[in-house]
């Protein structure tokens, strides 16, 4: 690679590995760039597809499709931890991927992103691999209360267990050792918030932060983010200070997010990374001189990075399987400066992210009574956040 690399030329075709809500929203930022796109998706009429993304069908591991990606687009770019590095090396072989495999390995194998978190000087929650009942027990009794996760395969909170009785030892070990993953146990982080941090950077070393998130989730699935966090200026430049470290650590292309705990002291924990544009930074579609997606797309083509400013603190609302019936039914009644993303999914079930709402405000209180009165997000949740 040159030290200087060219921005990729506009009508070039940008290749995603995964048609999820977060490669849509790439390819709804990067036709403005004047991208194409195709995608790798094994569901048919993927999020997008429907935004415009020539799709093939087929799994993430099929050698047809990934010499036909290859062959096709002149980058390409994966939109979720879950893809098969292997695939993605053999990519990278054929054809440009800025973000690479080695940071996919990391973040898709939580032993490894703490191992390197650690080489890297970043906090994280004091953990031990775990492979018997025996090793369980004992760090049981030198960690106390523990979150139990699977070292591989987790996402919104599945592969996780949270003990603090030995009673619950054999139950626990066998729930997540039956999926056949090595497990790794994480001292349980009293927090006072959970916070996250979305950085981009270029090949040439510009590295620029979002403001910090503020999240709260409901069963292990972020629900609402607050923007900016509720910190103290300190741990804010703290957050990004972390965040800036880890992506030039890790020499990221592209966005990464970081998700943090905030201990009572002010301390913060790092919880885990996302190689990727991330859930918390959906409020910068409607309130950021740069959205997490261009700037996504910006930095593996090799542009200069966009300004990050936001202009008014921001409410994000996932809308849940749960949620969509009732908003359905209450779209008149939203507050005129809801921005309502939804993202076709046919199929609805509970826990799915079906879409999202943006909300701006002078002050995010000001939402809350007509957030409360919509009644599709839970009232206790609501004033968690606000
Ligand atoms: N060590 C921990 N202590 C306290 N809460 C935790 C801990 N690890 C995870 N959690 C809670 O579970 C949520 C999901 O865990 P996380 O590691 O981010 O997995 P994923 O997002 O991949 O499902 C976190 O956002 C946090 O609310
Ligand atoms: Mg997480």
């Given at each position: 690679?040159?030290?200087?690399?060219?921005?990729?030329?506009?009508?070039?075709?940008?290749?995603?590995?995964?048609?999820?809500?977060?490669?849509?929203?790439?390819?709804?930022?990067?036709?403005?760039?004047?991208?194409?796109?195709?995608?790798?998706?094994?569901?048919?009429?993927?999020?997008?597809?429907?935004?415009?993304?020539?799709?093939?069908?087929?799994?993430?591991?099929?050698?047809?499709?990934?010499?036909?990606?290859?062959?096709?687009?002149?980058?390409?770019?994966?939109?979720?931890?879950?893809?098969?590095?292997?695939?993605?090396?053999?990519?990278?072989?054929?054809?440009?991927?800025?973000?690479?495999?080695?940071?996919l390995r990391i973040a898709q194998n939580r032993l490894r992103e703490k191992k390197?978190?650690?080489?890297?000087?970043?906090?994280?929650?004091p953990f031990q691999k775990i492979t018997t009942e025996n090793e369980l027990s004992?760090?049981?009794?030198?960690?106390?209360?523990?979150?139990?996760?699977?070292?591989?395969?987790?996402?919104?909170?599945?592969?996780?267990?949270?003990?603090?009785?030995?009673?619950?030892?054999?139950?626990?070990?066998?729930?997540?050792?039956?999926?056949?993953?090595?497990?790794?146990?994480?001292?349980?982080?009293?927090?006072?918030?959970?916070?996250?941090?979305?950085?981009?950077?270029?090949?040439?070393?510009?590295?620029?932060?979002?403001?910090?998130?503020?999240?709260?989730?409901?069963?292990?699935?972020?629900?609402?983010?607050?923007?900016?966090?509720?910190?103290?200026?300190?741990?804010?430049?703290?957050?990004?200070?972390?965040?800036?470290?880890?992506?030039?650590?890790?020499?990221?292309?592209?966005?990464?997010?970081?998700?943090?705990?905030?201990?009572?002291?002010?301390?913060?924990?790092?919880?885990?990374?996302?190689?990727?544009?991330?859930?918390?930074?959906?409020?910068?579609?409607?309130?950021?001189?740069?959205?997490?997606?261009?700037?996504?797309?910006?930095?593996?083509?090799?542009?200069?990075?966009?300004?990050?400013?936001?202009?008014?603190?921001?409410?994000?609302?996932?809308?849940?399987?749960?949620?969509?019936?009732?908003?359905?039914?209450?779209?008149?009644?939203?507050?005129?400066?809801?921005?309502?993303?939804?993202?076709?999914?046919?199929?609805?079930?509970?826990?799915?992210?079906?879409?999202?709402?943006?909300?701006?405000?002078?002050?995010?209180?000001?939402?809350?009574?007509?957030?409360?009165?919509?009644?599709?997000?839970?009232?206790?949740?609501?004033?968690?956040?606000?």
């Open positions: 690679m040159s030290l200087d690399p060219e921005p990729l030329q506009p009508g070039a075709t940008i290749g995603l590995l995964g048609g999820g809500q977060l490669a849509q929203m790439l390819v709804l930022a990067g036709h403005a760039m004047g991208f194409r796109f195709m995608v790798l998706e094994p569901n048919p009429d993927c999020p997008a597809a429907l935004a415009g993304a020539e799709q093939i069908t087929a799994s993430y591991t099929d050698p047809e499709a990934l010499a036909k990606l290859a062959d096709s687009c002149q980058l390409v770019t994966y939109e979720f931890e879950n893809v098969d590095a292997e695939a993605v090396s053999w990519l990278e072989e054929r054809v440009d991927v800025p973000q690479g495999s080695e940071i390197t978190l650690v080489r890297l000087n970043i906090p994280v929650a004992l760090a049981l009794k030198s960690l106390g209360e523990l979150m139990l996760k699977t070292v591989t395969g987790g996402y919104d909170g599945k592969g996780q267990v949270r003990i603090s009785k030995v009673e619950q030892i054999p139950e626990a070990f066998s729930t997540l050792y039956s999926t056949k993953t090595e497990i790794v146990a994480e001292q349980f982080v009293s927090f006072e918030r959970e916070v996250s941090v979305i950085v981009a950077r270029n090949r040439l070393g510009e590295i620029s932060c979002f403001p910090v998130a503020e999240n709260v989730h409901e069963k292990n699935i972020l629900t609402i983010s607050r923007i900016p966090a509720r910190l103290d200026s300190r741990v804010r430049e703290q957050a990004q200070l972390l965040a800036k470290q880890i992506a030039e650590g890790l020499e990221l292309v592209g966005v990464l997010a970081v998700e943090m705990f905030v201990l009572p002291d002010g301390n913060l924990v790092v919880n885990e990374l996302a190689p990727r544009p991330h859930n918390s930074g959906h409020f910068t579609l409607n309130d950021c001189a740069t959205s997490q997606f261009e700037q996504h797309l910006k930095a593996i083509t090799n542009f200069p990075l966009g300004s990050t400013e936001m202009y008014k603190p921001a409410i994000m609302l996932n809308i849940l399987g749960e949620h969509l019936p009732l908003l359905l039914k209450r779209l008149k009644d939203l507050p005129p400066e809801a921005k309502l993303h939804l993202y076709g999914k046919q199929e609805c079930r509970p826990g799915r992210k079906m879409g999202h709402l943006n909300l701006t405000a002078d002050s995010p209180e000001s939402l809350l009574e007509n957030l409360v009165k919509l009644g599709i997000w839970d009232e206790a949740l609501l004033y968690k956040m606000l």
